[in-house]
C-alpha cells in the first residue's frame, strides 16, 4: 500500500470509495450565474479572466485582491502531468467580483497554469523529480501569512507549491524507506510536520522539517542578497515565523509514534495569531527587528516588547485510519530550543551559528541526533471504536481543540488547552487531550474538515466544515463558546457533486465573497459555491451587505459558482489570500 498511496487503491485506503451509483433523489440542482463576464477594461481592452458579480468593468482596479489555491490531483496522464497545480478561487478587481475558479490572469488565461505549476516548472528546470502527490499541507488563519503550501510526493520529496507572487522552488528529500502519508504546517509556518510510514522498522513516524521564509528568488545561503519582500526576515531563519515563502527547508529528524504503525492524517496549531507578528501599522516585525543587533534579539525575551509575538510551543495532532487511534504530540521542546538560539546568548555565537546554515546535522539548524533535547513528545494515544478519516484543529483564539472525524459520521472534540500555546502559554488543563464533546450528522464517510474562514467572527475555533464523502454533502458545524459542544448550521448539498472528497473556505479580504470550494473526486473538477453576500470594501457594485446576495434555490441560500475541470481526479486542495 505504501507504493500505491497517490493512486485510486491509496486514496481508497485513506478515504473509503464513493458509491458507485450517484443517487440523486430529494437533491438539488442549485442556481448557476451563467455565462461568465469577460473582463473588458475601459483603456486597457480584454483581460485574462472571467467574472460573475458586481458591475461593469471600470477603469480603476479598486482594492484589488484574490484568494489562490494548490491542489492536487490523481492525474490521468502520470507522463504529462504531475498533480499539482496552481488556481485563483476568487478575484476582485475593476467593479467585479469572479466566484469560478479559473487559471490565474497572471498566466495570461492559457492552460499553462492548469499543465503545470510555477513551482513544478521550476522543479523541472532544477532536475528534481517529484513523482505523484500524496498529501498537501498549508498554514491557516489570517489572510497574507501562508503564502505557499508544502507538498509530499510518493517518491519522499517535499516541495514547495505556490502562487505567481511566492514561487520560490524550494525542496527536500525523505530516506528512500520512509513513505509520506500527510502534511502539516505550524502557524506562521516555522515547521512541517510529515506523517511517514518506516517501511523498513515498520513503525509510523513524524518527520519535523524546519522552515525559513525569504523574498522569492533570494539565496538563503547569501543573506546580502535578501530585500524586504512582505515584511520576511532579512536572512534564512529555519524554524521561526515568517509569511509562508519557503526558501530553506532541513529534515530535524522523526518522532516515534508508539502503537501507530500506520498513520494517514496531521494537524497541528501553535495556538497563535499571526497578526501579532505586526507591529501597530500592519507591518512586519522581522524586517523591522533584523537579529544581527543583539538589542534586537533581547526584545523578544521575557519582559520584552516582542514576547508575546511568537510560538512558544504547540501540540500536532495525528490519526491512523486502519490502527483507530489518535497521538497527541507536544511540540514545546522543540520550539523552546530553537527560541533560545534565536534570541538568547550572545551575538557572536548567534553569528557563528546562522553562518553555519546547511544540511549536515552539526550546521544550523541542528538536527535531533546532535539537540535531542528540542524532539518533540508524544505524550498520549487513544483508542477509537471507529476508524477517524479527517482531523482538523483549531488555529487560535478562545478555546484551543482538535476535530476528529471518524467513519460513523461522528465528529470528536479533544482539548488542546495548554498544549496549543499562544503568546503566553498556560499550564495543561485538567481536560487537556481528552474528548470533551461530540458532534452527530456530520455525514457517513468525513473525509475531509476545513477552517471557517468567513463566519461567524475572525476566531478560527469557532466553526468548521466537514465534508461528507458518501452522503456527498457539506455541514458548517457551529461550537460553543467553551469549544465542548456543536450543531450543524448549514447543509451543501448539489446534484452536481458527484464524489465529494475535500472542502476548502477561501479566505476574505478587504472584500467579502463567502466561497466555499469542493474538490469532486470522480467528477474530475473543482467546484465553488457562494453562502453569502458579495460586499465590496471600495464601496463600488457590491456597497451594502444587501446589494448582491446569494440566489437561492428553494429555502437553500447557496449557489452554484462554477466550476474548474482536470485532467484527472482532485483530492486535497489547500487556499490562501496571498500577496
Same mark, same amino acid.
Given at each position: 500500500m505504501?507504493a500505491?498511496?497517490?493512486?485510486?487503491?491509496?486514496?481508497?485506503?485513506?478515504?473509503?470509495?464513493?458509491?458507485?451509483a450517484?443517487?440523486?433523489?430529494g437533491?438539488?440542482?442549485?442556481?448557476?450565474?451563467?455565462?461568465?463576464?469577460?473582463?473588458?477594461?475601459p483603456?486597457?481592452?480584454?483581460?485574462?479572466?472571467t467574472?460573475?458579480?458586481?458591475?461593469?468593468?471600470?477603469?480603476?482596479?479598486g482594492?484589488?485582491?484574490?484568494?489562490?489555491?494548490?491542489?492536487?490531483?490523481?492525474?490521468?496522464?502520470?507522463?504529462?502531468?504531475?498533480g499539482?497545480?496552481?488556481?485563483?478561487?476568487?478575484g476582485?478587481?475593476?467593479?467585479?467580483?469572479?466566484q469560478?475558479?479559473?487559471?490565474?490572469w497572471?498566466v495570461?488565461g492559457?492552460a499553462?497554469g492548469?499543465?503545470?505549476?510555477?513551482?513544478?516548472?521550476?522543479?523541472?528546470?532544477?532536475?528534481?523529480?517529484?513523482?505523484?502527490?500524496?498529501a498537501?499541507?498549508?498554514?491557516s488563519?489570517?489572510?497574507?501569512?501562508?503564502?505557499?503550501?508544502?507538498?509530499?510526493?510518493?517518491?519522499?520529496?517535499?516541495?514547495t507549491?505556490?502562487?505567481?507572487?511566492?514561487?520560490?522552488?524550494?525542496?527536500?528529500?525523505?530516506?528512500a524507506?520512509?513513505?509520506?502519508?500527510?502534511i502539516?504546517?505550524?502557524n506562521?509556518s516555522e515547521?512541517?510536520?510529515v506523517?511517514?510510514?518506516?517501511?523498513t522498522?515498520?513503525?509510523?513516524?513524524?518527520?519535523?522539517?524546519?522552515l525559513?521564509?525569504?523574498?522569492?528568488?533570494?539565496?538563503?545561503?547569501?543573506?546580502?542578497?535578501?530585500?524586504?519582500?512582505?515584511?520576511?526576515?532579512?536572512a534564512?531563519?529555519?524554524?521561526?515565523f515568517n509569511?509562508?515563502?519557503?526558501?530553506f527547508?532541513?529534515?530535524?529528524?522523526?518522532?516515534?509514534?508508539?502503537?501507530?504503525?500506520?498513520?494517514?492524517?496531521? &494537524?497541528?496549531?501553535? +495556538?497563535?495569531?499571526?497578526?501579532?507578528? %505586526? /507591529?501597530?501599522?500592519?507591518? *512586519?516585525?522581522a524586517w523591522?527587528? #533584523?537579529?544581527?543587533?543583539?538589542?534586537?534579539?533581547?526584545?523578544?525575551?521575557?519582559?520584552?516588547?516582542?514576547?508575546?509575538?511568537y510560538?512558544?510551543?504547540?501540540?500536532?495532532?495525528?490519526?491512523?485510519?486502519?490502527?483507530?487511534?489518535?497521538?497527541f504530540?507536544?511540540?514545546?521542546?522543540?520550539?523552546?530550543?530553537?527560541?533560545?538560539v534565536y534570541?538568547?546568548?550572545?551575538?557572536?555565537?548567534?553569528?557563528?551559528?546562522?553562518?553555519?546554515?546547511g544540511?549536515?546535522?552539526?550546521?544550523w539548524?541542528?538536527?535531533?541526533?546532535?539537540?535531542p533535547?528540542?524532539?518533540?513528545?508524544?505524550?498520549?494515544?487513544?483508542?477509537l471504536?471507529?476508524r477517524?478519516?479527517?482531523?482538523?484543529?483549531?488555529?487560535?483564539?478562545?478555546?484551543?481543540r482538535?476535530?476528529? &472525524?471518524?467513519?460513523? +459520521?461522528?465528529?470528536?472534540?479533544?482539548? %488542546? /488547552?495548554?498544549?496549543?500555546? *499562544?503568546?503566553s502559554?498556560?499550564? #495543561?488543563?485538567?481536560n487537556?487531550?481528552?474528548?470533551?464533546?461530540?458532534?452527530?450528522?456530520?455525514?457517513?464517510?468525513?473525509?475531509?474538515?476545513?477552517?471557517?474562514?468567513g463566519?461567524?467572527?475572525?476566531?478560527t475555533?469557532?466553526?468548521?466544515?466537514v465534508?461528507?464523502?458518501?452522503?456527498?454533502?457539506?455541514s458548517?458545524?457551529?461550537?460553543?463558546?467553551?469549544?465542548?459542544?456543536?450543531s450543524?448550521?448549514?447543509?451543501?448539498?448539489?446534484?452536481?457533486?458527484?464524489?465529494?472528497?475535500?472542502?476548502e473556505?477561501?479566505?476574505?479580504f478587504?472584500?467579502?465573497?463567502?466561497?466555499?470550494?469542493?474538490?469532486?473526486?470522480?467528477?474530475?473538477?473543482?467546484?465553488?459555491?457562494?453562502?453569502g453576500?458579495?460586499?465590496?470594501?471600495d464601496g463600488?457594485?457590491? &456597497?451594502?451587505?444587501?446589494?448582491?446576495?446569494?440566489?437561492?434555490?428553494?429555502?437553500?441560500?447557496?449557489?452554484?459558482?462554477?466550476a474548474?475541470?482536470?485532467?484527472?481526479?482532485p483530492?486535497?486542495?489547500?487556499?490562501?489570500?496571498?500577496p
Amino acid at each position: 500500500m505504501a507504493a500505491k498511496l497517490s493512486k485510486d487503491a491509496g486514496i481508497a485506503y485513506r478515504y473509503g470509495s464513493a458509491d458507485a451509483a450517484v443517487d440523486n433523489t430529494g437533491v438539488p440542482t442549485l442556481f448557476a450565474h451563467d455565462p461568465a463576464n469577460p473582463l473588458d477594461i475601459p483603456g486597457r481592452g480584454t483581460l485574462a479572466g472571467t467574472w460573475q458579480i458586481g458591475g461593469a468593468p471600470t477603469a480603476d482596479a479598486g482594492l484589488y485582491s484574490t484568494s489562490a489555491a494548490n491542489l492536487t490531483y490523481v492525474a490521468d496522464d502520470p507522463s504529462q502531468r504531475m498533480g499539482v497545480t496552481d488556481l485563483q478561487i476568487t478575484g476582485y478587481q475593476y467593479n467585479t467580483f469572479a466566484q469560478t475558479p479559473q487559471l490565474s490572469w497572471t498566466v495570461g488565461g492559457t492552460a499553462a497554469g492548469l499543465m503545470d505549476s510555477f513551482t513544478a516548472a521550476s522543479y523541472k528546470r532544477a532536475g528534481v523529480v517529484t513523482g505523484d502527490p500524496v498529501a498537501m499541507g498549508r498554514c491557516s488563519g489570517q489572510t497574507g501569512f501562508c503564502n505557499q503550501s508544502l507538498v509530499a510526493y510518493q517518491n519522499g520529496v517535499i516541495g514547495t507549491a505556490g502562487s505567481n507572487t511566492a514561487s520560490t522552488p524550494t525542496t527536500v528529500k525523505l530516506p528512500a524507506n520512509k513513505v509520506p502519508t500527510g502534511i502539516a504546517m505550524t502557524n506562521d509556518s516555522e515547521f512541517a510536520l510529515v506523517t511517514v510510514w518506516d517501511t523498513t522498522a515498520l513503525k509510523g513516524q513524524v518527520a519535523v522539517v524546519a522552515l525559513a521564509g525569504l523574498c522569492p528568488g533570494c539565496d538563503p545561503y547569501s543573506p546580502s542578497s535578501t530585500v524586504n519582500y512582505w515584511y520576511e526576515w532579512g536572512a534564512a531563519y529555519p524554524g521561526l515565523f515568517n509569511v509562508g515563502n519557503i526558501a530553506f527547508m532541513k529534515i530535524l529528524g522523526y518522532v516515534d509514534l508508539p502503537g501507530m504503525t500506520a498513520p494517514t492524517e496531521i &494537524a497541528v496549531t501553535t +495556538g497563535l495569531n499571526q497578526w501579532l507578528t %505586526l /507591529d501597530i501599522n500592519g507591518r *512586519g516585525i522581522a524586517w523591522q527587528t #533584523p537579529l544581527t543587533s543583539q538589542s534586537n534579539r533581547q526584545s523578544f525575551l521575557p519582559g520584552g516588547a516582542n514576547y508575546g509575538r511568537y510560538a512558544k510551543g504547540g501540540v500536532a495532532v495525528v490519526i491512523s485510519k486502519s490502527e483507530q487511534k489518535v497521538a497527541f504530540i507536544d511540540l514545546k521542546p522543540l520550539f523552546t530550543y530553537v527560541n533560545s538560539v534565536y534570541f538568547g546568548g550572545d551575538q557572536a555565537t548567534f553569528n557563528s551559528r546562522m553562518a553555519s546554515l546547511g544540511q549536515a546535522d552539526n550546521q544550523w539548524p541542528y538536527t535531533f541526533t546532535q539537540q535531542p533535547s528540542q524532539v518533540p513528545t508524544v505524550v498520549k494515544t487513544v483508542s477509537l471504536a471507529q476508524r477517524p478519516t479527517a482531523v482538523k484543529t483549531s488555529v487560535y483564539d478562545g478555546a484551543s481543540r482538535a476535530w476528529v &472525524a471518524t467513519q460513523d +459520521g461522528t465528529l470528536h472534540i479533544y482539548a %488542546l /488547552d495548554g498544549y496549543a500555546n *499562544g503568546a503566553s502559554p498556560p499550564a #495543561p488543563a485538567a481536560n487537556a487531550l481528552t474528548e470533551v464533546g461530540t458532534v452527530t450528522g456530520i455525514g457517513r464517510n468525513p473525509t475531509s474538515i476545513a477552517s471557517s474562514k468567513g463566519e461567524p467572527s475572525g476566531n478560527t475555533q469557532t466553526q468548521v466544515l466537514v465534508n461528507s464523502r458518501t452522503d456527498r454533502k457539506v455541514s458548517w458545524v457551529r461550537f460553543a463558546s467553551n469549544g465542548n459542544s456543536g450543531s450543524i448550521v448549514r447543509t451543501l448539498q448539489d446534484s452536481r457533486l458527484a464524489d465529494p472528497i475535500a472542502v476548502e473556505d477561501a479566505d476574505n479580504f478587504a472584500t467579502m465573497g463567502y466561497v466555499v470550494s469542493v474538490a469532486d473526486y470522480a467528477g474530475k473538477a473543482l467546484r465553488n459555491y457562494r453562502y453569502g453576500p458579495v460586499v465590496f470594501a471600495d464601496g463600488k457594485a457590491c &456597497a451594502t451587505t444587501t446589494s448582491c446576495p446569494v440566489t437561492p434555490t428553494g429555502n437553500v441560500a447557496i449557489e452554484y459558482a462554477g466550476a474548474m475541470p482536470y485532467p484527472g481526479k482532485p483530492f486535497q486542495l489547500k487556499t490562501a489570500n496571498v500577496p
